[in-house]
């Protein structure tokens, strides 16, 4: 079992920068992808920003260019760095681990709020 803890939420300004921070704790299998997903309210869940324990990475088109991610493989830590927020940045941010070893376990996070004032 895994269990992942985020933090760094909150309130942001347009344009200004929050840091994410998700911690994996448990019985965590080295091979496997990380990432960020993102619910505003009245829409589905969507991947923000992935990376593999490789260090290979993916964005959504929406963040491209003002959004990296990171993982520290020593610390089981995954980050997001959100920079030229925009209001529509607003949303629950979920950390996940998706193991890449059968049983193929998905993890999630609790959710931490980010809101983007204008």
């Known amino acids: 079992q895994v269990h992942l803890v985020e933090s760094g939420g909150g309130l942001g300004q347009a344009g200004g920068s929050l840091r994410l921070s998700c911690v994996a704790s448990?019985?965590?299998?080295?091979?496997?992808?990380m990432g960020w997903y993102r619910q505003a309210p009245g829409k589905q869940r969507e991947l923000v920003a992935s990376?593999?324990?490789?260090?290979?990475?993916n964005y959504a088109d929406s963040v491209k260019g003002r959004f990296a991610i990171s993982r520290d493989n020593a610390k089981n830590t995954l980050y997001l760095q959100m920079n030229s927020l925009k209001p529509e940045d607003t949303a629950v941010y979920f950390c996940n681990l998706r193991e890449l070893l059968w049983p193929l376990n998905d993890y999630w996070g609790q959710g931490t709020q980010v809101t983007v004032s204008s």
């Open positions: 448990g019985s965590i299998i080295r091979l496997n992808n």
């Open positions: 990376v593999t324990s490789a260090g290979f990475t």
